[in-house]
T-cell receptor, first 113, second 111 residues
Framework: KAGVTQTPRYLIKTRGQQVTLSCSPISGHRSVSWYQQTPGQGLQFLFEYFSETQRNKGNFPGRFSGRQFSNSRSEMNVSTLELGDSALYLC????????????FGEGSRLTVL | DQQVKQNSPSLSVQEGRISILNCDYTNSMFDYFLWYKKYPAEGPTFLISISSIKDKNEDGRFTVFLNKSAKHLSLHIVPSQPGDSAVYFCAASTGTYKYIFGTGTRLKVLA
């Protein structure tokens, strides 16, 4: 079956702009998580959604937001971009992430100039 | 506060030998641990997991050991193959729908 699909794969923005990233989970998976990967920082948890409800949120500023639609697809938005937001943004889907395997997409690489 | 630490940024191993990747954690509430492998320009892929009620889990060439008293996790790969060259991440969860990842160890298997 198809894996987790993230779009766009690459994008370049300038400081102050906003960006929206999209994630389509594996069919049947209702949980979607977002992680930020930067060099030397590993993967930092952003938020997790299940059935359109945010169940947990990481320690990121309010500029980072997300949502999940009724078909389980998810989007995350970053407003007022800063240089430090340059990173690989990874989406993962799961049947349930309380204790279970996360299936990751290939990521969206954001560069902020 | 880095609750999950991978103190070795890189590791080189000869093909056919054992690779041992280590992970330490500070939160005693973690009860589920996973290892992921990541190639460049790809998302992480799941390797193996272990629950805190166990101290060992095997899957083919991969074995994960958990030492709860030391708050230490290790991944053994035997035998190591060139295709195992990648960045390895350990991750831990308390069952709150989020995973805390380490910073990764880059493994290079030399042919």
């Amino acid at each position: 079956k198809a894996g987790v699909t993230q779009t766009p794969r690459y994008l370049i923005k300038t400081r102050g702009q906003q960006v929206t990233l999209s994630c389509s989970p594996i069919s049947g998976h209702r949980s979607v998580s977002w992680y930020q990967q930067t060099p030397g920082q590993g993967l930092q948890f952003l938020f997790e959604y299940f059935s359109e409800t945010q169940r947990n949120k990481g320690n990121f500023p309010g500029r980072f937001s997300g949502r999940q639609f009724s078909n389980s697809r998810s989007e995350m938005n970053v407003s007022t971009l800063e240089l430090g937001d340059s990173a690989l943004y990874l989406c993962a889907s799961s049947l349930s992430t309380a204790r279970g395997e996360l299936f990751f997409g290939e990521g969206s690489r954001l560069t902020v100039l | 506060d880095q609750q999950v630490k991978q103190n070795s940024p890189s590791l080189s191993v000869q093909e056919g030998r054992i690779s041992i990747l280590n992970c330490d954690y500070t939160n005693s509430m973690f009860d589920y641990f996973l290892w992921y492998k990541k190639y460049p320009a790809e998302g992480p892929t799941f390797l193996i997991s272990i629950s805190s009620i166990k101290d060992k889990n095997e899957d083919g060439r991969f074995t994960v050991f958990l030492n709860k008293s030391a708050k230490h996790l290790s991944l053994h790969i035997v035998p190591s193959q060139p295709g195992d060259s990648a960045v390895y991440f350990c991750a831990a969860s308390t069952g709150t729908y989020k995973y805390i990842f380490g910073t990764g160890t880059r493994l290079k298997v030399l042919a």
